[in-house]
């Protein structure tokens, strides 16, 4: 079974790819000091200060590919086949 779907399927079911954030890099390094307090810690120990900035940081790299375009991204790299079988790619 093969999955596919284009650029086009994507922008015609309302997928946004680029977006504003709805709150700033301060309230979610806040956030972030809530939850260490939450868990009993205490954000403003020595190996705890720049936790909430390393969070924010990492979350922002993670989900950064939420804001990529997938025209730019995939460079024109869909094609269609009419193929249907497995491709196997042995010592590369």
């Given at each position: 079974?093969?999955?596919?779907?284009?650029?086009?399927?994507?922008?015609?079911?309302?997928?946004?790819?680029?977006?504003?954030?709805?709150?700033?890099?301060?309230?979610?390094?806040?956030?972030?000091?809530?939850?260490?307090?939450?868990?009993?810690?205490?954000?403003?120990?020595?190996?705890?200060?720049?936790?909430?900035k390393r969070v924010v940081?990492?979350?922002?790299?993670?989900?950064?590919?939420?804001q990529q375009s997938l025209?730019?991204?995939?460079?024109?790299?869909?094609?269609?086949?009419?193929?249907?079988?497995?491709?196997?790619?042995?010592?590369?």
């Amino acid at each position: 079974m093969t999955l596919s779907i284009s650029p086009n399927d994507i922008r015609k079911q309302g997928v946004i790819t680029e977006s504003k954030p709805p709150v700033s890099e301060a309230e979610m390094q806040q956030a972030v000091r809530t939850l260490l307090l939450g868990m009993g810690e205490d954000p403003d120990r020595e190996g705890l200060r720049d936790t909430p900035k390393r969070v924010v940081k990492a979350l922002k790299f993670l989900t950064s590919g939420y804001q990529q375009s997938l025209d730019e991204l995939l460079n024109g790299a869909v094609f269609h086949e009419d193929a249907n079988e497995m491709v196997l790619v042995r010592d590369i």
